[in-house]
């Protein structure tokens, strides 16, 4: 069915991004030469003289601060916070195809420069970054029209965790190959990382141009079974939408896209900092090198896979059968993911001396954050299909200023006192916000339409053209 071909080029869209964005994460262990893992190579060097190790140190490294360091891994989300909203706005005029292409070409080509800016200056390094977050920042309100026009309410669970299981897709395989190409000395190491994940870009923009498109009337490789399917459940936003100007009014005073936008920004507050920060975590606190570290992570995110793909097709299936409609089903699915996360994450602190029962736990509480797009992205769509695009621009410009807003808060800690218990001080804070953002998706959350159909806000005369053209049809 051409439906799930489309939610999985918009998961291979996800992918590619995400592995752009975080691999830095990864490289930059190899790229500051006070990291664990490159003082235990510097020490081989000294022993042996091979090949390899001659071209080893030939490869970029930086003595950068951690405060710098901290700075260049979270500037991505400077802008993506910045452009998020503006993605929302342009996507509901222009669509979501040509606003995906343009995010997922821009970085590809930004990632490619990143080792080129890093040997030029740190603050060079920093607006790239920021302007590779602002090319990211536009797809995911497109990515939420696509799937708009693609959806019924009966399988919209499934279509976005199949989607954004994307984002666990490339921690499960950015991770450890990010780790093995950075280690590989005689391949290059880490600029090599980025040159491969932003060539992988540019081919899947690429694809997304023969097999993404806006519509199912637009594609001309779907069934007519198909195509009658989807409009008897009356999917299709698009063309609607960019007649009319978003209800600002009523989306910015309705008290059920608060309760999603604050939820999701909660979740997100401990899904940045996770997945930005374990790396770090795992090698100065846990002891692993960076070799396991990638295969950490890469478990890391199949955990969050399964989390995520399970929770879209049990909450499809219980909504089928009728065990439960839709409002409580999502509530449910988030009392599952941010409170057991949050649970876990306290009882991190609790196994400090034990780093298999620290790795585990943390390994299970970023897995169930990934129930999210089950919660926060389904709901959206539950409230309105028709202003989906400006609702998701609103929580990702929220959402991902947490992305530089807990490195941040987490350097300040560090700054003040620099030990293992700031870790587990952090992963309370974060345990606290998830609670406080699931209390306010619990009691205001809502799975009703909220705003007047699109045909309500057409002006009279419009009303009657599109009255017009409908009975022709």
Excluded at 190 to 219: H, K, N, Q, R
Excluded at 350 to 371: E, K, N, P, R, V
């Amino acid at each position: 069915m051409k439906r799930y071909l489309v939610a999985g080029m918009c998961s291979m869209v996800k992918f590619c991004l995400y592995c752009m964005r975080i691999n830095l994460n990864i490289a930059i262990i190899k790229m500051v030469p006070n990291s664990t893992e490159n003082n235990a190579l510097n020490v081989t060097l000294t022993t042996k003289a091979t090949r390899s190790e001659i071209i080893y140190k030939e490869i970029p490294s930086y003595a950068w601060s951690e405060e710098t360091r901290q700075m260049i891994l979270s500037a991505v989300y400077y802008g993506y916070s910045v452009s998020a909203l503006l993605g929302g706005l342009v996507t509901h005029r222009l669509g979501g195809k040509r606003v995906i292409l343009f995010s997922l070409l821009s970085s590809s080509i930004l990632t490619a420069l990143i080792p080129w800016s890093a040997g030029v200056s740190t603050d060079l390094l920093i607006v790239l970054r920021v302007l590779d977050g602002m090319a990211q920042g536009l797809h995911n309100p497109a990515m939420l029209i696509i799937l708009a026009n693609w959806s019924v309410a009966h399988e919209r669970s499934t279509l976005v965790s199949i989607t954004y299981s994307g984002v666990a897709l490339a921690e499960i395989i950015c991770n450890p190959l990010s780790g093995w190409i950075c280690s590989a000395y005689k391949l290059g190491g880490w600029p090599l990382s980025f040159y491969t994940y932003s060539t992988f870009g540019a081919v899947t923009a690429i694809l997304c141009i023969f097999l993404i498109y806006e519509t199912p009337d637009e594609d001309p490789y779907i069934s007519s079974n198909e195509v009658e399917y989807l409009k008897s459940f009356d999917t299709t936003v698009g063309e609607k939408n960019k007649k009319i100007s978003a209800p600002w009014l009523s989306i910015l005073t309705s008290s059920a896209v608060w309760a999603v936008v604050i939820a999701f920004s909660s979740n997100a507050f401990g899904f940045f900092f996770i997945i930005t920060e374990a790396p770090i975590f795992i090698s100065e606190v846990l002891k692993f090198d960076v070799k396991t570290i990638g295969w950490l992570m890469s478990i890391l995110g199949i955990v969050e896979c399964l989390f995520a793909l399970l929770s879209g097709v049990c909450a499809d299936f219980i909504v089928r059968r009728e065990m439960l409609t839709i409002l409580p089903t999502r509530k449910l699915i988030a009392i599952c993911s941010m409170g057991l996360s949050a649970f876990l994450l306290i009882c991190i602190g609790f196994f400090q001396d034990s780093a298999i029962l620290c790795l585990i736990t943390l390994i299970l509480a970023f897995g169930l954050l990934g129930c999210y797009n089950t919660c926060f992205m389904a709901n959206v769509l539950d409230i309105t299909k028709h202003y989906s695009s400006v609702i998701v621009g609103i929580m990702t410009c929220l959402a991902s200023s947490t992305g530089f807003i807990g490195p941040s808060l987490f350097a300040a800690l560090l700054k003040k006192k620099n030990t293992n218990d700031q870790w587990y001080l952090m992963f309370k804070i974060i345990a606290g916000i998830q609670l406080f953002g699931l209390l306010i998706f619990l009691l205001f959350a809502k799975a009703e339409e909220q705003f007047h159909s699109i045909e309500e806000n057409l002006s009279k005369q419009e009303m009657k053209s599109y009255e017009s053209i409908k009975d022709t049809e």
